[in-house]
């Protein structure tokens, strides 16, 4: 479902994204699309040099997938299935790459008292939102893991870089925060590789390097939480920073009438409802981007604006239940709403 929907909001941008060239010289655009992640990831660079490219790109897909193969949980192994395993018994040793994305996700869990928190896997797994074991569970089995859920058990020993859970049963998931880091580590290669303009969709994870080739900034769309996917309902104006979105409608299953989607509360176990349906981050690093864009939508419109506006260099917009858009302040000039049916609120 992830790749049908990440598709479809890659086409939107690409249509978005006015006079790419393809012809030869300066303005050649080389594409790539990987399947990593449990997504769709496209690389876009434009550069005339093509075989520099090539191999950004080809050095990009390898990192992705080591990234991969340390942080998945879906998977047979990996780093942090390793440190899973372990809970309430060993410390683990890791490598910085999921040292460091374990820091920033209890960091994230730290700033937001546990509206984020990276030991939900528990949680997730019962749900099973996005499998085809997807189901609504019962208030004691939710009760009985919620018990497990708590970022505070989370130990780092930052010297040895070794990581252990407290308690047995304990387990963590990366999935709000590891696709922001990878799309960092893809800006990284690019640059490392001399390139100067590029575009990344990590389904819906956008990372810009530069602005355009003409100088004007990218023009992204934000999607509309409740329409097709690909259709829009503003545009943000961005140059070498990331944009990224968490929404109701990304994974979700329906059942007598309601929806369940994939961003739990970690107060209550169940799919966050604080009236938010759609929170987009705008800032510098996807990471930061990544983890801030599901916490604000558990945190709810009034925590997530307030916590947004207190950090420097990001901003936010948030789409409530009842169509209204809320932009922060540094946003407010570069954010066009190109939708009737929704209303700017402040
Ligand atoms: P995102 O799409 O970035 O908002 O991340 C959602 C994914 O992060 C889910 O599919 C879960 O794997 C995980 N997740 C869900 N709720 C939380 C939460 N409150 N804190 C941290 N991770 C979460
Ligand atoms: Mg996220």
């Known amino acids: 479902m992830k790749k049908n929907i990440s598709l479809i909001f890659l086409i939107t941008i690409v249509s978005i994204l006015s006079g790419c060239a393809n012809n030869k010289g300066t303005n050649t655009v080389i594409k790539e699309e990987i399947y990593a992640l449990g997504t769709v990831i496209q690389i876009q660079i434009y550069d005339g040099d093509e075989d520099k490219a090539k191999k950004a790109i080809e050095e990009s897909a390898k990192r992705i997938q080591e990234i991969e193969n340390k942080m998945t949980v879906n998977q047979e192994k990996s780093e942090v299935i390793q440190i899973n395993e372990n809970s309430g018994k060993n410390f683990v040793q890791i490598s910085p790459d999921t040292f460091y994305v374990i820091e920033k996700a209890k960091h994230y869990s730290d700033l937001t008292e546990g509206a984020f928190d990276l030991t939900i896997e528990p949680i997730v797994k019962l749900w099973g939102i996005g499998t085809e074991h997807a189901r609504v569970p019962k208030q004691e089995e939710i009760d009985d893991l919620l ?41 990284k290669i690019l640059k490392e590789n001399g390139i100067k303009t590029a575009f990344v969709n990590l389904g819906g994870n956008v990372v810009t390097l530069g602005s355009k080739l003409d100088g004007s900034p990218w023009r992204i769309g934000v999607q509309n939480p409740l329409d097709e996917r690909g259709k829009h309902i503003a545009v943000i104006e961005v140059v070498d920073e990331t944009i990224v979105t968490s929404g109701n409608y990304e994974r979700y299953f329906m059942e007598n009438g309601k929806r369940y989607h994939h961003i739990i509360d970690p107060k209550t176990g169940y799919p966050a409802e604080a009236g938010i349906i759609s929170s987009t981050i705008v800032t ?31 901003e936010a917009v948030i789409v409530t239940e009842d169509k209204k858009i809320y932009v922060t302040s540094g946003l407010k000039d570069r954010f066009k709403l190109e939708n009737e049916e929704f209303q700017l609120a402040n």
Do not use: P
Not at 147 to 171: E, H, P, R
Not at 284 to 312: F, N, R
């Open 147 to 187: 018990d497990l859920v708590d970022y505070k058990d989370v130990i780092l020993d930052k010297n040895t870089q070794q990581v252990k859970l407290n308690k047995k049963g304990q387990a963590i998931d990366l999935g709000a925060i590891a696709k922001g880091y990878t799309g960092d580590e893809v800006k």
């Open 284 to 314: 510098d690093a996807s990471i930061d981007a990544d983890a801030l864009s599901t916490s604000v939508y558990v945190l709810g419109l009034e925590k997530g604006m307030a916590l947004i506006e207190s950090l420097e260099n990001v």
